[in-house]
């Protein structure tokens, strides 16, 4: 069973930067992908990175280059680092493992953690 635990989030005011990390129990190079989504109030999850192992990070749209999804192999955590931070971006930030085992793809999460963009 693989566990992936969040922290980082937090209150800041717009224009701000938080950091979220994702520890997982196991080596993340184990993991196909590791992603990054959110869950705003009254929306659906959406992706927001990911970052493939041996690959180039993507970003979707409302991110890009505001954004940086990072893996530390030594420290089996991934990272996000958001910056120019704005209201829409207030959500409940999750961490997601995806990886082929046993002849099956996995998807594993971490519980959330929350940030929250206000002046």
């Known amino acids: 069973q693989v566990q992936l635990v969040e922290s980082g989030g937090g209150s800041v005011q717009p224009g701000g930067s938080l950091r979220l990390s994702c520890a997982a129990s196991?080596?993340?190079?184990?993991?196909?992908?590791m992603r990054w989504y959110r869950r705003a109030p009254g929306k659906q999850r959406e992706l927001v990175a990911y970052?493939?192992?041996?690959?180039?990070?993507s970003y979707v749209d409302a991110v890009k280059g505001r954004f940086t999804i990072s893996r530390d192999s030594s420290k089996n955590t991934v990272f996000l680092q958001m910056n120019s931070l704005n209201y829409e971006d207030t959500a409940v930030y999750y961490c997601n493992a995806h990886f082929l085992r046993e002849r099956r793809w996995n998807d594993y999460w971490g519980q959330g953690t929350q940030v929250t963009v206000s002046s």
């Open positions: 196991e080596r993340i190079s184990s993991f196909n992908v």
């Open positions: 970052v493939p192992s041996g690959g180039s990070p």
